[in-house]
């Protein structure tokens, strides 16, 4: 079983894939609208991703689910399953190939440090940055589940990097 797209290296391109494509989705959301970050491997330079562009969106609360699934699908997205409690998630696939993921999150939620935070580290860390382009190429060449085997194979070391920054913070 294949991924949803294949990693490919660094593409230049990526960050104004979404700029304009944080410029649609910020139409679907009123006044719960709080902002929309890059995050995911195609948020930081000069790492391997799937060409997959990845917006976090963090809103007040979800207010009208059944209207916003309803604009986002006329933006190409369709809804899938909650990832977690207040974790909405919506994919865009064009001729049968995805090219945009949706996060969205209420304020506070626990995902919405992690993905920046990660991707942070990404960005200030050279030497991690490499590990982490190492193991997604590895994973993607053993990979045989498909893309739930290869998120859960990738957690293991998102959480040992995150996991004493977050233990830090609370003391």
Known sequence: MA????????DSRWPALF????ERVAKVFGVEFVDIYHVGSTAVPGLAAKPE??????????RDEAARDSF????????GSDLSSGHHFYRRDVDG?????VHVCV????QIERMLRFGDLLRSDP????????LKFQL???NRGGIGEYLAQKAPFIDALLVPHRSLAKE
């Not at 562009?53 to 809103?59: A, K, M, P």
């Open 72 to 79: 986002m699908y006329v933006l190409g997205y369709v809804r």
């Open 53 to 62: 562009i990845d917006l976090l969106v963090e809103v007040s609360e979800h």
């Open 3 to 10: 991924l949803t797209s294949k990693i490919s290296h660094y």
């Open 97 to 101: 190939v995805r090219t945009h993921k």
């Open 140 to 142: 993607e060449s053993n």
């Open 127 to 134: 030497g991690i940055r490499q590990q982490y382009q190492d």
């Open 107 to 110: 304020s506070g939620h626990w």
């Open 19 to 22: 700029a304009s494509e944080k």
